[in-house]
């Protein structure tokens, strides 16, 4: 049956949830538009008007796309070169999706969408529908064709993966580029000491390259190694320089609702430096420069203001 443009209306004003549970579940912008977009098809060739709550049916639908793109995602993540992290999602950007509890927050940082690939598919799915968008046990044990029960138990166990990654701090805009700032002063020093002082002892840092872009395929790991590797990073060079296409300029933002840094050259993004911040001090960088991954960010920045760089870099 064609759609009517009220069932097309009801399926728009759907999509923003959508994207945002998808994504969430996915760890990829560009992933999750292409599971609403099937999700939208599928909706297309039913009988929506035997379909007695809209929302359900859209959200089921979605969750069981998604979660056989999981499926898929894992086989293809043990051959991907080097360190697999997430897409990276600026300020303001509308897939970023609610942000009103801490849960929903902290379900859609950097951070814990990194460690929600230790989770099943299955768990992954009960910890987003729960935790970021608030969907009663009963209705997500009807999305996932499960027990009342077993949801719950699947629930317990997402959080026990999740909350064994380090306690993270919420911060403000104001004191997220206060961070960023001190950060780059102390990685601009030449010096190793400052650096170390805003690390915590076990701080990590992690890029992604796809292949694409050189990042090691291990992660730096303690206080010392991180600060040493930074200190390396922000050291200017003609190769650095060529690497990118330019002298990039570095911006302070949020990504994924923590402190970031931008790295532009000419209005396109080359790299997202996510910052995880505990009391203790910074724990881990993740650096997505993989310029698959950086498509989104690069069309967010250029209709953004973002005002003046803090360094031009390199």
């Known amino acids: 049956m064609a759609l009517t443009m009220n069932d097309v209306d009801r399926f728009e004003a759907s999509r923003p949830r959508l994207e945002a549970i998808a994504y969430r579940l996915l760890g990829s912008a560009s992933e999750a538009e292409d599971a609403v977009q099937e999700t939208f098809l599928r909706w297309q060739a039913a009988d ?23 499926t898929s995602a894992r086989a293809r993540r043990e051959t991907y070169v080097g360190q697999w992290l997430p897409e990276p999602l600026l300020a303001g950007d509308s897939m970023l999706g609610p942000a009103d509890t801490a849960e929903q927050r902290e379900s859609v940082s950097y951070a814990v969408l990194t460690l929600m690939e230790r989770l099943s598919p299955n768990e992954r799915a009960v910890y987003v529908l729960r935790e970021a968008f608030d969907y009663p046990h009963r209705e997500i044990a009807e999305i996932l064709d499960i027990t009342e029960a077993a949801s719950q138990q699947i629930l317990h166990r997402a959080k026990k993966h ?59 790991e303690g206080a010392l190694a991180v600060a040493k590797f930074m200190r390396g990073l922000f050291k200017p060079s003609e190769a650095k320089r060529a690497l990118v296409g330019g002298s990039p300029e570095i911006y302070a933002t949020t990504a994924n609702g923590a402190p970031a840094l931008v790295v532009a050259v000419d209005g396109r993004v080359v790299g997202v430096m996510c910052l995880e911040v505990t009391a203790e001090g910074i724990a881990a960088f993740r650096n997505q420069v993989n310029p698959d991954k950086l498509e989104r960010a690069t069309e967010r920045w250029a209709a953004a203001d973002h005002g003046e760089p803090l360094l031009t870099a390199f």
């Open 48 to 70: 929506v008007d035997r379909i007695e709550v809209p929302e359900a049916w859209l959200t089921k639908a979605l969750t069981n796309l998604c979660l056989n793109q999981l």
């Open 162 to 220: 999740v909350a064994d990654g380090k306690a993270r701090t919420e911060i403000d805009e104001a004191a997220a580029r206060r961070i960023v700032e001190e950060f780059l002063a102390a990685a601009t020093s030449g010096r190793t000491e400052p650096l170390v002082r805003l690390l915590t002892e076990d701080a990590i840092s992690i890029g992604d390259g796809g292949g694409k872009v050189p990042a090691r395929a291990k992660a730096f």
